[in-house]
């Protein structure tokens, strides 16, 4: 009673902001995705795909067809007025559309159903920042497997203007048919198998390396079908043992950035600002494995499996990941509440934690990019401390706050909640904001919190005869460069309907800056020298002149730290001996 009493007492004190209606959504608006440079919004319904201005959320242009619901959608800008859009609709097929001076062409379908026995169901789609790389995660007859692409972006552009002046030209007939370049398959990845008969050739050191990731992929595969036979319940009475039901596989990939050196790397085969690698991790497994990206030869077959080129291993099986605003750090939740941070730089753990939770698996993670720097860290080597925050299936969240030759550092930032509707489905660091997370919970309730003190800012409520449309699936996108929440909400049911339009889905939104409660947190941090130096390519004796640099930087904070345990054993110790 007491704690609900404090509860009470604190969203008493907590201001209360409100979300403004602004317009009506499409029916039955699934998905929403806000432009990189703030400009447009992508939105999937039930009648296709829709592009919106984001300042005047006027509809500029529409692809629209019966009987096809978008479910999925993102936006990325390749020109000054061009975007690619991916979606993903009910049926689980993938298609990429080119939103072009006020309209959306049809460019690709990513799993075209050919033969309906073999048709593959797009899982996941994902469109690098940039438009120049995708990756979708595929199923067909239980087979579960990853295909990164290569979109001719360039190529695109020159045949959209094209296509615009065909249009344009008074002696056209106006019907445009353009073949657009179609998508590159560049790597398909494949759940990992014990290799059986594969022969090895090259250097000896290349052959050496091979028979190391050979020998982990196979001690991989032998350790999950172990865990997943000690799942197996025996019947004494039949004598006959009943399988665990086996779940399909998931796969999570993060496309990298130039960092450090690693194998099949090169200076000359990477642009500034595109990913060279892609990192990749399979449910039920403990690698992390980490492909080139690189055209395929043309003698080889696009469905041949690609073999890693680096391998991270891991005491536990990965349950989450997330990386790092520059793809530096790869941080992944473990199982046994374990978070372990790898330096693609360096190529070594940067830090192995414990996260103090009991019976609750890690099942999302996030790096805290603009995390307050107080003066005594400024002084010391914090540049290679990172921040996390973490969400619990418990519903528990916690920060973790670690480093090479720092003393790492969790917090619980939000108790595990008695009540199911308490649960998180949204928390999500605030890029704008310093030290702010945006939370959402199953039942409806909006705020944003401070991780660094432990308290709620301010709780964002939508009108009262309206409710979050789905609370533990919601409908929203978050503008980073407009510093704008855009959020689907519905009429209440409780709520007498005075007009058809009245029942229909209404677009919410709450613009930052104008809050005078949260513009103290706004933040613009242009990217700094030492973040830009960590994309440079670097030969592996800089890189080792590096790491061994951080290392005598960090003597000092290093030595306090074992002093520290040092003498934690020594109280501990003596306790110890009193007890007994």
């Not at 039920?284 to 990206?293: H, P």
């Not at 890693?308 to 536990?316: C, F, I, S, T």
């Not at 007498?496 to 409660?517: G, M, P």
Request: hydrophobic share 35%.
């Amino acid at each position: 009673m007491e704690a609900t009493y404090k509860t009470d007492q604190l969203r008493e004190k907590t201001p209360t902001l409100e979300l403004r209606p602004v317009t009506q959504l499409p029916e039955n608006t699934n998905c929403l995705a806000c432009s990189e440079d703030g400009r447009f919004l992508g939105l999937g319904h039930s009648r296709g795909l829709s592009v919106w201005c984001a300042s005047s959320l006027i509809c500029v242009s529409e692809w629209l067809q019966d009987s096809l619901e978008i479910t999925s959608v993102q936006m990325s800008r390749i020109g000054e007025m061009t975007y690619l859009l991916g979606t993903v609709d009910d049926m689980g097929v993938a298609r990429v559309f080119a939103h072009h001076f006020d309209t959306i062409h049809l460019l690709d379908v990513i799993n075209v159903m050919e033969d309906i026995n073999k048709r593959s169901i797009c899982l996941t789609f994902e469109l690098h920042e940039g438009g120049h790389y995708g990756a979708a995660s595929l199923s067909c007859n239980d087979a579960v497997w990853l295909e990164i692409y290569h979109f001719p972006s360039a190529v695109w552009l020159e045949e959209l203007e094209r296509a615009l002046s065909k249009k344009q030209d008074p002696n056209s007939s106006g019907d445009v048919d353009v073949k657009w370049s179609p998508v590159t398959v560049m790597i398909k990845i494949k759940p990992p198998k014990i290799p059986i008969g594969r022969a090895f050739s090259g250097p000896p050191e290349v052959s050496q390396t091979t028979d190391y990731l050979t020998r982990c992929l196979a001690l991989d595969v032998i350790m999950r079908s172990s865990r997943q036979w000690q799942k197996s319940s025996f019947n004494a009475e039949t004598g006959k043992t009943k399988e665990a039901n086996e779940s399909p596989r998931r796969c999570t990939q993060h496309f990298l950035l130039p960092c450090g050196h690693f194998p099949g790397s090169s200076e000359a085969n990477f642009q500034p600002g595109l990913p060279v690698a892609v990192a990749v991790w399979w449910s039920g497994s403990q690698n992390l494995l980490q492909y080139v990206l690189q055209k395929a030869p043309k003698n080889k077959a696009a469905d041949v499996e690609s073999m890693p080129a680096v391998l991270w291993p891991n005491a536990k099986e990965i349950l989450c990941s997330a990386v790092s605003r520059y793809t530096r750090y790869i941080a992944l939740g473990l199982d046994d509440a374990l978070v372990c941070v790898w330096d693609r730089l360096s190529g070594a753990p940067l830090s192995v934690v414990r996260v103090p939770v009991e019976n609750s698996a890690i099942i999302r993670m996030q790096f805290v990019d603009y995390w307050s720097v107080s003066a005594d860290d400024s002084e010391t080597f914090a540049a290679e401390k990172v921040h996390l925050l973490l969400q619990c299936k418990s519903g528990e969240i916690h920060t973790v706050t670690t480093g090479r030759g720092t003393q790492s550092c969790t917090m619980q930032l939000i108790e595990r909640p008695e009540d199911n509707r308490d649960l998180p489905s949204v928390i999500m660091p605030v890029p704008f904001l310093q030290g702010l997370s945006l939370v959402l919970q199953r039942n409806g309730k909006m705020f944003l919190q401070d991780v660094i003190n432990k308290t709620p800012v301010c709780f964002l409520t939508l009108p009262t005869i309206h409710l979050v449309t789905t609370p533990c699936s919601p409908v929203y996108a978050l503008s980073t460069t407009q510093h704008t929440l855009f959020i689907r909400g519905d009429q209440d049911s409780s709520c007498s309907v005075s007009s058809e339009d009245s029942s229909q889905s209404q677009l919410f939104i709450f613009r930052f800056k104008e809050s005078d409660v949260i513009q103290q947190y706004v933040v613009s941090h242009p990217d700094s020298p030492r973040q830009q130096q960590t994309l440079s390519y670097v030969t592996l004796q800089e890189n080792c002149n590096a790491y061994l640099q951080q290392r005598a930087l960090s003597a000092a904070e290093r030595n306090k730290d074992i002093r520290k345990t040092w003498e934690r054993l020594q109280e501990t110790a003596a306790t110890l001996q009193q007890k007994q």
